[in-house]
């Protein structure tokens, strides 16, 4: 096998959705771990991959190993796998808070390590991901892991002191995201729109503004300032937005979860 998934859950199953689509691993040669049974029958009826209850089989079996459990997992997972490891594998990890030492820690030896952070939108191919490589990954390494994250979502090279800022500003983002799209729903319906109608003209709005934001490489505020004429309509909802200290709220939201990304 090339790739194996210890979890597969929600964000595996996002990562193997747009590794077989895109071609860059078949789905015969996947293999993923899960001790909850509907879960791994789940993805092995949707993508076809070969699924297992033994977390020590997919290490045996692969060149990539994923960890995808959650942060509280971790240590547990690590300890049960660790002698299995071996020295030409590289092992893809995704759990804010888990450091390349605290993993290398873990191990107990030289491994081969990613620190990863992608976005749940990697579930519709429009991800976001930082990638942070140990010292013992060679550059062709990196290049394949890249090739493997780039399936689902942008990619990025981080340096690790960014990766609790990188969980903030795009792994929790979402969240805050689909809360203002709501917001946005809430209002329309309050105005008279059908909610369907409302959802659909709030996420699009945000969808073709992000677009714009990368698209163009205008800065955010240039953007803005072309949709807010003099005396109009949009400028007065700004005033509003202002006043109630929308964008100082954002920012302490992002601080805090960086901050507790730091803790974990």
């Not at 429009?126 to 990196?142: V, Y």
């Not at 709220?249 to 990304?261: G, L, M, P, Y």
Request: glycine share 8%; hydrophobic share 45%; charged share 25%.
């Amino acid at each position: 096998m090339k790739l194996g998934f210890i979890g597969t859950g929600n964000m595996a199953s996002a990562i193997m959705g747009g590794i077989i689509s895109k071609g860059v691993i078949p789905a015969d040669e996947i293999i993923g771990a899960d001790l909850f049974a509907p879960g791994r029958e789940r993805v092995k009826e949707k993508f076809g991959i070969h699924v297992t209850a033994d977390n020590n089989e997919v290490v045996e079996k692969a060149d990539v190993v994923l960890l995808s459990v959650k942060p509280q997992f971790y240590a547990d997972v690590i300890s049960g796998i660790k002698d299995k490891i071996r020295p030409d594998q590289i092992v893809i990890t995704i759990a804010p808070g888990k450091t390349l030492s605290w993993l290398a820690e873990q191990f107990g030896k030289d491994v081969k390590i990613v620190r990863c952070m992608p976005n749940t939108p990697a579930m519709v191919g429009e991800g976001m991901t930082a990638a942070c490589p140990n010292e013992h990954m060679t550059e062709e390494e990196i290049e394949y892991v890249k090739t493997l994250l780039s399936s689902f979502s942008l990619v990025e090279i981080v340096p690790e002191k960014l990766m609790d800022t990188v969980t903030a500003v795009s792994g929790s983002s979402p969240a805050y995201v689909f809360m203002f799209i709501e917001a946005m729903a809430d209002a329309a319906v309050l105005d008279g729109m059908p909610r369907a109608q409302a959802y659909k003209f709030a996420a699009q709005a945000v969808l073709g503004s992000a677009k714009m934001v990368l698209d163009t490489g205008k800065h955010p505020g240039e953007l803005k300032d072309m949709v807010c004429s003099p005396a109009g309509t949009t400028i007065d909802a700004v005033r509003v937005l202002e006043e109630c200290g929308f964008r100082g709220t954002i920012i302490d939201a992002v601080q805090t979860c960086a901050e507790k990304s730091r803790s974990l």
